[in-house]
């Protein structure tokens, strides 16, 4: 695969930029941060969402497809921030590439040589991190000379709902820190500094982005499980294997060992 030049990634960037641009606004999103991007995805593309631990450390997600249906997997071993960037990453090949698309396994973060990854990273960032969307609340909240340092970075990541390093980079990006800055405040985001960027973000109050997360259910596998249950199409019994699967009980979601209604 040749190597894609700086002008080349340049104008994916400008490319990716308007895609996200539009999508907030076909959606009505404006320029506010992302409160739950999973279901948002569910809601808008009718996709399943599944969030599910695996073991492989190079596995962030995937994309499937069965006939005309897809189905997004994001691997929770990952921190909840890295997940919510690869929920948007995987966002933008289903609108954008869905022609090409059976089984698209992705390293969303990370460098690559293909077009297409290129343009959901930057598609990722610029959904999640909207430039005048940052902008507006740094301002409001830091004023025009005001010393980024860590403790900004984790309060904007705590507000738009992102993973420390695409919240840093966006600083950069948008113009709020220097290189220099940038190079400074990255160190913090490699694995050997993850305890010590744990622990800081307990302070800062945004712990649950910067740590994995358990298995989530589906929220269409949730709503046919109770239309099943509730019809008698499914037993208690079989209720209580499917939710085992995510270590869940019936009775923690709501259901009692009864006759269905």
């Known amino acids: 695969m040749a190597k894609i030049t700086k002008q080349r990634k340049k104008e994916l960037d400008i490319l990716a930029r308007s895609r996200a641009e539009e999508i907030r606004r076909a959606w009505g999103l404006g320029i506010e941060p992302i409160a739950d991007i999973f279901d948002l995805i569910e809601r808008r593309l009718n996709v399943v969402v599944l969030r599910y631990p695996d073991s492989n450390p190079d596995l962030s997600a995937f994309i499937a497809k069965k006939g005309e249906d897809f189905l997004i997997y994001i691997n929770t071993n990952m921190s909840l921030g890295h997940q919510i960037f690869s929920g948007a990453h995987e966002m933008s090949h289903l609108l954008y590439d869905k022609n090409d698309l059976q089984l698209l396994i992705c390293k969303p973060g990370e460098e690559s040589g293909d077009e297409k990854e290129i343009l959901a990273d930057f598609f990722a960032g610029y959904f999640l991190l909207p430039e005048e969307g940052v902008r507006q609340v740094f301002l409001s909240r830091f004023g025009t000379r005001y010393r980024v340092d860590l403790g900004t970075v984790m309060a ?39 305890p010590v960027l744990q622990h800081l973000a307990r302070k800062y109050g945004v712990y649950n982005l910067v740590v994995p997360t358990e298995a989530e259910i589906p929220k269409v596998l949730i709503l046919a499980l109770n239309s099943n249950y509730n019809e008698g199409r499914i037993s208690f019994n079989k209720l209580s294997k499917v ?19």
């Open 156 to 194: 904007l990541q705590g507000t738009f709902r992102v993973s420390y390093s695409a919240m840093l980079y966006a600083l950069l990006k948008y113009g709020f820190i220097s290189p220099r800055v940038y190079g400074h405040l990255k160190k913090y985001s490699t694995p050997e500094k993850a």
């Open 243 to 261: 939710l085992s699967l995510w270590n869940k009980k019936p009775e923690e979601m709501g259901f009692t060992h009864e006759d269905p209604v």
